[in-house]
């Protein structure tokens, strides 16, 4: 399994009492992905569940090569060793990152993604009576304000792009939702939730000081010390395409039985697709169930069919206005690594050739948030996938220790 989210917890705990020989690995040090981040009974439960089964759990392990012949290289934290491991069937359990999108300032100190401050509180920085504006799109900004909100944090607002008509109809025809959104604005408190409002500038003259926002018809500004901001969920497909599976969209394809279109590779969670958590779990189940080689139950099936037609009406919901993607000027920041603005690429008429052009996508970070933003604002398709998926050092591209 790569991945120890929802989806890689639950496809390891199958397949390992199915009989399976597992072996579970994630970047991260601790298991729980991203909505488990920090210390996490449900992660904990699930893993000592695989475990007692027989899995073997590794964290603090990338994955930044692999062939469909059944060969993956892992490094760990510092990038300076690797190991090979072999494989007869896989799970894609990879999950997904924020979009980030660029505008007026979004380079300033103190304005970071949604789920990454998150994340950071999570591992320990403190927000108390911080004041946080939460901007972007998407179920996350509101479980993230009311999470912040809980941690002692001033929400000033939080600005959903989409608006209120189609959020309106999107939670009203989905009851489950409705209630734990309703239960996560309880928790937001007094702060504003914004509907059809987004962050045009951010402002300051070392660190973040104030954003100014809009609704298109006027614009005000809000005092903060943190923007917390992303246009929703891109699934991570770069181990998946780097095997040769097809993707379509923002998706990897699959069977009905979550197989790949690589025999032996299954894709389970948001790696499909984003679905959320429930759907994490069920995907991950019929994942290893399929992977230790049985058929994933009818039940499953079902319940998978119903979460992903929810999935397709949350993405319409909050599907992107064209005003947020129009938000940066010729001198904004595009790659943030390499110092690429938008004037030096907006005239390519690829990603290839704005990387033939620039040194976009050739950073640390390898392209995960500029080819992801120049693909959303140009509608450039991505690149091919070469290894190493992340920097790692000259002596691990040789190394053949298994
Ligand atoms: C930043 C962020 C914050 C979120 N916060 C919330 C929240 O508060 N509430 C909520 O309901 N949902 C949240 N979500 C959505 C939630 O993550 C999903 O609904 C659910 O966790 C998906 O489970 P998953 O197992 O598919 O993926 P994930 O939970 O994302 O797990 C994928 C795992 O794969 C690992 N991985 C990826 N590539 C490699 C590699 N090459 N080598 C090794 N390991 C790798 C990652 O480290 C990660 O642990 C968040 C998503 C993101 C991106």
Known sequence: ??????????????????????????????????????PSPEAAGLLDLARRA???????????????????????????QSTRIGFERLVLATGARERFLPFPGWTLPGVV??????????????????????????????????????????????CEQAPLG???????????????????????????????????????????????????????????????CGYGLVPNLELARLLGCKTKGDAVVTDSDL???????????????IGGVECALVEGSMAGSAAAGKAPSRELRERREGLRRASVRMADAFALRPEVLSLASPET?????????????????????????TRLGMGPCQGRICGIASQTLFGWTPDRVRPPLIPVSVRCLGEEEE
């Open 1 to 38: 399994m790569v991945g120890a989210g929802p989806a890689g917890l639950a496809a390891a705990e199958t397949a390992a009492r199915l009989g399976a020989a597992v072996v579970i690995l994630d970047e991260n040090a601790a298991p729980g992905g991203q909505i488990w981040r920090g």
């Open 54 to 80: 027989g899995a073997r759990w590794f964290g603090g392990c990338t994955v930044f090569d692999a062939d469909p012949e059944g060969r993956l290289w892992v490094t760990d934290v510092s990038g300076m």
């Open 113 to 158: 993604g949604a789920g990454g401050l998150q994340a950071l509180v999570k591992g320990g920085a403190g927000v108390e009576e911080q004041r946080v504006v939460v901007a972007g799109s998407g179920p996350l900004l509101l479980a993230v304000g009311a999470f912040l909100a809980e941690q002692g944090a001033e929400v000033a607002c939080v």
């Open 166 to 228: 189609r959020l309106g109809r999107f939670i009203s025809a989905s009851p489950n939702l409705a209630l734990g959104a309703a239960r996560l604005r309880l928790a937001l408190g007094s702060s504003p939730y914004r509907f059809g409002t987004w962050v045009a500038e951010a402002c300051g003259r070392d660190r973040l000081e104030s954003v100014v926002v809009t609704d298109g018809r006027r614009r005000w500004r809000e005092r903060c010390d943190w923007l917390a």
């Open 259 to 273: 197989q790949t279109t690589i025999p032996g590779v299954f894709a389970a969670g948001e790696a499909l697709g």
């Open 333 to 357: 920041i595009l790659c943030r690594c390499e110092d690429v603005r938008i004037e030096q690429v907006e005239h390519a008429r690829s990603y290839r050739e704005a990387k033939l052009l």
